[in-house]
């Protein structure tokens, strides 16, 4: 069944990266895009950005630009979403999501970044 | 793009029929779909293309609208239903989700 697994929780200090990975599975990689939305405790559901599998190519959103990088690795099915410059307002669950144009299905399971000094 | 769900917070008895409603600040043709998310769980596809049942989910969820004015509705509210609602636009990038609606038990 087609699934996207993610790496483990984080504890990240401020200032510092953090990288966060999401293994898919059961579909061809390279079909279909993968988004990262991220949710802060208590807080709502915040779309970070896109990246196109199969080139690379990526577009994110305005709020995260230049503090965001997300690649891909084909050889291992993996995507990367790595968030730099972190502070505390970035503690949130991490989501990555595959995305048909119309949709977002499946999602993985989220991973948990705390930022603390 | 920006979504605006009503209400914010919905308290509600087993068997009630529910109706959430986003709307959007321009429009997003028929670009909407509807997640349900449970505590710590990742959320769930409902609804895309604004009114197209995702495979498995019951029948009871229904979606409509088109435009700038989008609804979910529950016909008969169960118990597993007892979540957060979410909208979401793919129309226009950056892509925007609605601020939720928690479903409680009355």
């Known amino acids: 069944q087609v699934q996207l697994v993610q790496s483990g929780a984080e504890v990240a200090k401020p200032g510092a990266s953090v990288k966060v990975s999401c293994k898919a599975s059961g579909y061809t990689f390279t079909n279909y895009y993968i988004h990262w939305v991220r949710q802060a405790p208590g807080q709502g559901l915040e779309w970070m950005g896109i990246?196109?599998?199969?080139?690379?190519?990526?577009t994110y959103a305005q709020k995260f630009q230049g503090r965001v990088t997300m690649t891909r690795d084909t050889s291992t099915s993996t995507l990367y979403m790595e968030l730099s410059s972190l502070r505390s307002e970035d503690t949130a669950v991490y989501y990555c999501?595959?995305?048909?144009?119309?949709?977002?299905?499946?999602w993985g399971q989220g991973t948990l970044v705390t930022v603390s000094s | 793009i920006q979504l605006t769900q009503s209400p914010s917070f919905l308290s509600a008895s087993v068997g009630d029929r529910v109706t959430i409603t986003c709307r959007a600040s321009q429009g997003i043709s028929n670009y909407l779909a509807w997640y349900q998310q449970k505590p710590g769980r990742a959320p769930d596809l409902l609804i895309y293309a604004a009114y197209t049942l995702q495979s498995g989910v019951p029948s009871r969820f229904s979606g409509s609208g088109s435009g700038t004015e989008f609804t979910l509705t529950i016909s008969s509210l169960q118990p597993e239903d007892f979540a957060t609602y979410y909208c979401q636009q793919l129309n226009t990038y950056p892509l925007t989700f609605g601020g939720g609606t928690k479903v409680e038990i009355k």
């Open positions: 990246i196109d599998p199969s080139g690379g190519s990526t």
């Open positions: 999501a595959r995305g048909p144009t119309s949709r977002f299905d499946p």
